[in-house]
C-alpha cells in the first residue's frame, strides 16, 4: 500500500478542475507534474507559499490553451475550443504591440493610406454610379434628344410631341431652362437665377410635393405664377412662412409666388458637353402660345419622360425609329436626316464619369495590391523573427489555428486604427474631389458618407487585417515547422520578400505610368491651338430682355452702344460679340450649301453657326485667311453677307476661291436667302479642346440677331483680362443698369473646364500614382533594412573573413537593383498594355511617347529603390565583425 | 561550435527525441533537463511539454508507460520507438546539412543570401 500522498492529491484535484474533460492519463500525469514541481521548489525554498505559487503559474498556462487535438476533450463544444484563450491572445497582443510602436504605427499608416484609396474611390464611385437617382420609379427616366447627322441637339417641341402620341410614356415634360435675373423688394440687387420652364409632368417623375402652396398646372404656363426652390426661399425670401403671393420680377417681368419646392429637390441634366442644368431656382409654366412651340425647325427644348408599364427601352427606340421615319417622309425640309435619341436619364446624367471613375478604381486596386504586399513583408519579417517561439508553440501541442489566430490578433489594433483613420481621411478625400468646382462632376450630392461607405472601410480594412498575416503564416509554413532552423526559414522568408517587393515595384511602375501618360495627354491637350486666342481675353454674356427693345433694330443697337460704351474702358484692345464661343458649351450647328452645287437638305454640310459683331475675329484671336472681316456698313447689305472657315472653304469650293461665291445657310434658300461669303477664317475647336478643328459659319448680327450675346474683350498685352471685369461691368450699367450680365469667365477659365474631366483624371491618376511609388520605395527601404537585420552576422563574419566594405555595401545594394529591376521588367511589359487600355484617354500621345516614358520611368524607379536601400546597406557595413565572431563561437 | 539558441528552441523536437535517446524519462524529468541544460533560457510547463509528448506517442515515435518506483511517486516514462530513432536519424543529418550550409555560408568572399 502506497501511503498517502496530500500533496498529489491536492493538485490532482486542481488539474481535473483545470483541464476538464481531459482524459485521465493526462490529469494523472499532470498532477504529478505539479505536485513534483511543488516538492522541488518547497524543498528549495522552504516556503510552501513559493512552491504553491510555482505550481500554479504553470497550471495556469494551461488555462485557455486547447489541449491538443486530442479526442480526450471531444465533448467540449468546438466553438469553445476555437475561442479559447482569446483574452489571453488580445492581453499578449496589447503586449507585443507595445514592444513595436514604431513598426505598428508604419503598419497603421500603410493600412490607413489603402483604405483611405479605397474608400475615396468607392464614395465617388458608389455615389455617381451605384446610388439611385432620388425620383421615384428613376430607373424607368429617359432623356430624348435629336441626331441631325450626327449631331446631337436638343428636341422639337412638335417632333416631341408626335413621339409621345405613341403611348410609349405614362408622363412626360418638355422643358426648356435659362438663367434669369431676379429682383426681390429691391429692383437694384438684382441676382442671376436657373429659371426652368416646364411641362407640368415634370415635377410630378421627380415626386415633388410643395412645401409651401401648389405646383403649377398647365394653365400656368401663360399666368405670372412662379414655384421657387427650397433654397430660394430661405436666401431671398428670408424663410418667410406667408411667402405664397409674394410678388418678385424675373429679368423685366412681375411673376408671383405660389409654391415652394421641399429641401433637396433639383434636377440635374447635362444639356451640352459644357452646360449642365442645375440648381433651378424658379420653376414656371410652360407656355404653349410661345412661337417655338409650333416649330418642327427649332430643337431648343429638352425632354424628359417615364416609359409606360411594360414598355422597354428597347422598345421605345423602336418606336422612336419608326415615328422619325414617318417625320422624315411627311416633313423632309426640316426633319430630312433626323433621328430621336434615347439615353435613360442615369446614364446621360453619370455616362462621362464612367471612364474616370473605371480608372480611379484601378487605381485604387493596385494601390490596394501594394500596401497588402507591403504588409505581408512587414508580416513575414516580424514571423521570422517569431519563428522559434511559434515552432516550439506548434511542436508543444498548440494547433496551427491557435497560432494563426495569435498572428492574427496581434494585428488587430493596427488594422482597427489604420482603418478608422482610413476611413476619415478617405471620406475626407472624396468630399472634397465632390465638392472641387473645377472637378465638374455630376451628381455632387450623392457622394456622401453612409453606412455603406463604412462597410466598404470595414471590409477593406478586414482585408488589410487578415491577408498579410496569413498569407506570410503560409509562406512561412512552407519551410517544415519542426525541422528547418530559424536561418533556413529566415532565408526562404527572405526570398518571398524579395518576390512581393519586385511585384509591389512592378504595380507601383504600372500606376506611375499610367498617370503621366495621363498628365502628359493634358498637357497637349491644354497645348493645342484651340485655333482662336486662349489669353488675354475676358468674355461674359449680356442680355437685350423684350421691354427695352422689341425689333432687332433695337437689339442690333443696343449692341452697337454696348460697343462703343466698353471700347472706352482703359485696358481694352478689341471687342467684340458673338451669339455663341468656343468651349461655352452653347452653339448652334447648321447646313451649309454653295449655290454651285444643290444638294437635298439632308447631304449638306453641317457646320457650328454664330453670329457676330464686326471685330469679332481679332477679338477673339482666330486669323482671317482670305478676304474681309464684317464691318458696321455690312449691316444694310443684300446679299447678305457671310465668313466661312477653311475647312467649310475646301469643303464647299475645293481650292477655289471662295471670295465672292454664294451660298445658302440652313435652308435660307428657300426663302431666296443666298449669302455671299466675303471672308474665309481659321477652323476652332468648337466644343472641346479635344475636338478637331470643324467647319464654321458667321453672320452679322443685324442681318440676324438673338437677345444674348457674348461679349469678347481683349485685354491689352501684358494686361489680366480678369482685371477688367469691374470696369467692363460699369461701362454696360451705363449703356443699361438692368441689362443682365452673366456667365463672366476669362477665355482661360473656359480652356480650363473644357480640360477637367481630363484634368480630374490625370490628378487622382497622379495621386494614386504617388502613393503607389511612396508604399514601393518604403517597401524596400523596409524590406533592405528587415534583411540586413536578420543577416547582420553573416555580413560581420563575412567582413572579419576578409570582404571589403565596399563589397558589403555592393552586396546589399546589388540584392536590391535586381528585385527593382525585376519588378521594372515586369512592370514595363504591364504598362504597355495598361497604354493600350487608356488609348481612348490618351489625346495626343504617340506610342512614341510611351515607348520613351515608359523605360525612362523604370530607370528612375530602379534608382529610387537603390536609394531607398543606400542607408540600410550602410548599416550593413558597420556590421561588428569581433561580434559576429564572437557569437559564431557561442 | 555550440549551436545558438534560436535553433535549438526551433528544433524542439530533435530535442526531445534527442533526450529520450540516452533513457527513458517522465515529463518532469525532461523539463528539469531542457530547462538546466539550456541555462534556463528554454522552460517548458506541463502545458506545452505533455500534448508535445502525446502528440509525439500519436505519431508512434515515443512510447509511455506507467511505472512505479519505490518511494516515488508513480510516473509515466516514455522511451523512443525505432520509428522514432529513424526520425531522429534523418532530423539529425539535417541537421548537420543546416550546420554545414551555415559554414560554407560564412566563408568569405561567396555571396549567398
Keep these: ?890 | 561550435m555550440a549551436v545558438s539558441r534560436d535553433i535549438k528552441k526551433g528544433s524542439a523536437e530533435l530535442l526531445v527525441l534527442s533526450l529520450l535517446e540516452e533513457r527513458p524519462r517522465h515529463g518532469y524529468d525532461l523539463a528539469q533537463l531542457i530547462a538546466e541544460r539550456s541555462g534556463g533560457a528554454i522552460t517548458f510547463t506541463s502545458a506545452t511539454l505533455y500534448p508535445a509528448l502525446h502528440a509525439l506517442e500519436r505519431q508512434g515515435l515515443v512510447r509511455g508507460r506507467w511505472d512505479a518506483r519505490p518511494g516515488e511517486r508513480r510516473r509515466r516514462f516514455y522511451s523512443v520507438t525505432p520509428a522514432g530513432r529513424r526520425a531522429l536519424a534523418v532530423q539529425r543529418a539535417s541537421w548537420h546539412r543546416f550546420i554545414r550550409a551555415l559554414t560554407r555560408m560564412t566563408r568569405p568572399g561567396r555571396a549567398t543570401s
Excluded at chain 1, 471590409?459 to 487578415?466: D, E, K, M, N
Aim: hydrophobic share 50%; proline share 6%; charged share 20%.
Design chain 1, 1 to 890: 500500500m502506497r501511503p498517502r500522498d496530500d500533496v498529489l492529491d491536492r493538485w490532482r484535484q486542481a488539474a481535473r478542475h483545470a483541464l476538464p474533460g481531459a482524459d485521465a492519463d493526462l490529469v494523472e500525469e499532470v498532477a504529478t507534474h505539479l505536485a513534483d514541481r511543488w516538492t522541488a521548489v518547497r524543498a528549495s525554498t522552504g516556503s510552501d507559499a513559493a512552491a504553491d505559487a510555482a505550481a500554479r503559474l504553470d497550471l495556469d498556462d494551461w488555462q485557455g490553451r486547447a489541449h491538443g487535438p486530442s479526442p480526450a476533450i471531444s465533448s467540449a463544444p468546438a466553438w469553445r475550443g476555437l475561442a479559447a484563450g482569446l483574452g489571453l491572445d488580445i492581453r499578449s497582443a496589447q503586449r507585443r504591440l507595445a514592444v513595436r510602436p514604431i513598426q505598428a504605427a508604419g503598419a497603421a499608416v500603410l493600412v490607413a493610406i489603402a483604405v483611405a484609396a479605397s474608400v475615396a474611390v468607392f464614395m465617388i464611385a458608389f455615389g455617381i454610379l451605384g446610388r439611385p437617382l432620388p425620383y421615384p420609379a428613376a430607373d424607368r427616366l429617359v432623356t430624348l434628344w435629336q441626331l441631325t447627322r450626327g449631331d446631337m441637339t436638343q428636341i422639337s417641341y412638335p417632333d416631341f410631341d408626335d413621339l409621345r402620341k405613341t403611348g410609349s410614356f405614362d408622363l412626360s415634360a418638355a422643358m426648356s431652362a435659362g438663367v434669369g435675373t431676379l429682383a426681390v423688394d429691391d429692383p437694384g440687387a438684382a441676382d442671376r437665377v436657373q429659371v426652368v420652364e416646364a411641362e407640368p409632368a415634370l415635377l410630378t417623375m421627380m415626386g415633388a410635393v410643395p412645401q409651401l402652396g401648389r405646383l403649377l398646372t398647365a394653365e400656368d404656363g401663360t399666368r405670372p405664377f412662379a414655384l421657387i426652390s427650397h433654397r430660394l426661399w430661405q436666401t431671398r425670401f428670408h424663410a418667410d412662412p406667408a411667402v405664397i403671393g409674394r410678388p418678385f420680377t424675373l429679368s423685366g417681368r412681375a411673376y408671383s409666388v405660389v409654391g415652394v419646392l421641399p429641401a433637396g429637390l433639383d434636377l440635374e441634366l447635362p444639356v451640352t458637353e459644357g452646360f449642365t442644368l442645375t440648381h433651378a431656382d424658379i420653376w414656371l409654366g410652360f407656355d404653349q402660345t410661345f412661337s417655338f412651340v409650333t416649330r418642327r425647325d427649332v430643337s431648343a427644348y429638352e425632354a424628359i419622360a417615364r416609359l409606360a408599364p411594360g414598355v422597354t427601352i428597347d422598345e421605345l427606340r423602336r418606336r422612336a425609329e419608326m415615328t422619325a421615319a414617318v417625320l422624315q417622309r411627311d416633313f423632309p425640309a426640316t426633319n430630312a436626316g433626323r433621328e430621336f435619341r434615347v439615353i435613360p436619364l442615369r446614364e446621360r446624367l453619370t455616362g462621362s464619369a464612367v471612364r474616370p471613375i473605371a480608372l480611379a478604381c484601378a487605381g485604387a486596386a493596385i494601390v490596394l495590391a501594394i500596401a497588402l504586399a507591403n504588409l505581408t513583408t512587414l508580416g513575414l519579417g516580424r514571423l521570422s523573427a517569431r519563428q522559434a517561439e511559434l515552432a516550439v508553440r506548434r511542436s508543444l501541442g498548440a494547433s496551427a489555428w491557435r497560432v494563426a489566430r495569435q498572428v492574427v490578433i496581434d494585428e488587430l489594433p493596427v488594422a482597427l486604427a489604420g482603418g478608422a483613420a482610413g476611413l476619415a481621411l478617405g471620406a475626407t478625400i472624396a468630399r472634397t474631389v465632390a465638392s472641387a468646382p473645377a472637378a465638374h462632376l455630376p451628381r455632387p450630392d450623392a457622394i456622401a458618407l453612409d453606412g455603406g461607405v463604412a462597410l466598404w472601410a470595414v471590409a477593406t480594412a478586414a482585408i488589410l487585417w487578415l491577408l498579410p498575416p496569413l498569407a506570410a503564416l503560409r509562406l512561412v509554413g512552407r519551410a517544415r515547422w519542426l525541422n528547418a532552423g530559424a536561418r533556413v526559414v529566415g532565408a526562404a522568408a527572405r526570398r518571398t520578400r524579395r518576390v512581393l517587393l519586385a511585384a509591389e515595384v512592378a504595380l507601383a511602375l504600372v500606376l506611375a505610368c499610367g498617370a503621366a501618360l495621363l498628365a502628359l495627354a493634358l498637357g497637349r491637350l491644354v497645348a493645342v491651338d484651340p485655333g482662336f486666342a486662349t489669353s488675354g481675353v475676358l468674355t461674359m454674356r449680356v442680355s437685350a430682355y423684350g421691354g427695352p427693345y422689341p425689333t432687332k433694330a433695337d437689339v442690333t443697337a443696343f449692341f452697337g452702344r454696348l460697343r462703343a460704351a466698353v471700347a472706352t474702358v482703359p485696358g481694352v484692345d478689341r471687342l467684340s460679340a458673338a451669339s455663341s464661343l468656343p468651349l461655352s458649351g452653347q452653339g448652334s450647328m447648321t447646313s451649309l450649301m454653295s449655290a454651285e452645287q444643290p444638294l437635298p437638305p439632308a447631304a449638306r454640310l453641317s457646320a457650328a453657326w454664330a453670329f457676330v459683331t464686326p471685330g469679332m475675329f481679332q477679338a477673339a484671336g482666330i486669323p482671317i485667311l482670305q478676304g474681309r472681316d464684317f464691318s458696321d456698313a455690312d449691316v444694310d447689305r443684300s446679299p447678305h453677307v457671310t465668313v466661312i472657315s477653311h475647312s467649310a472653304a475646301r469643303a464647299l469650293f475645293g481650292d477655289g476661291n471662295p471670295i465672292g461665291r454664294r451660298v445658302a445657310v440652313g435652308g435660307g434658300e428657300t426663302d431666296g436667302d443666298w449669302h455671299e461669303v466675303i471672308g474665309v477664317v481659321g477652323d476652332v475647336r468648337r466644343f472641346a479642346l479635344s475636338d478637331d478643328p470643324a467647319p464654321g459659319v458667321y453672320d452679322l448680327l443685324g442681318q440676324h440677331w438673338g437677345r444674348t450675346m457674348y461679349l469678347i474683350v481683349r485685354a491689352r498685352p501684358g494686361l489680366d483680362a480678369g482685371s477688367l471685369e469691374p470696369l467692363v461691368r460699369r461701362a454696360i450699367a451705363g449703356v443699361n443698369s438692368d441689362a443682365p450680365v452673366f456667365e463672366v469667365a476669362t477665355m482661360e477659365a473656359l480652356v480650363d473646364r473644357s480640360a477637367a474631366p481630363r484634368r480630374l483624371a490625370a490628378a487622382l491618376g497622379a495621386g494614386l500614382a504617388v502613393t503607389a511609388l511612396v508604399l514601393a520605395w518604403l517597401g524596400t527601404f523596409a524590406v533592405v533594412a528587415c534583411s540586413v537585420a536578420e543577416r547582420i552576422r553573416e555580413l560581420g563574419v563575412r567582413i572579419a573573413l576578409g570582404a571589403t566594405r565596399a563589397q558589403v555595401l555592393r552586396l546589399i545594394l546589388g540584392e536590391a537593383l535586381v528585385t527593382a529591376a525585376a519588378g521594372c521588367a515586369g512592370g514595363m511589359i504591364a504598362s504597355g498594355i495598361a497604354a493600350r487600355l487608356l488609348a481612348g484617354q490618351l489625346f495626343g500621345v504617340r506610342p512614341a511617347d510611351t515607348a520613351l516614358l515608359v523605360p525612362a520611368l523604370a530607370a528612375a524607379v530602379s534608382l529610387a529603390s537603390v536609394l531607398a536601400a543606400w542607408w540600410p546597406a550602410r548599416r550593413a557595413t558597420l556590421a561588428d565583425p569581433l561580434a559576429a565572431l564572437r557569437a559564431a563561437g557561442e
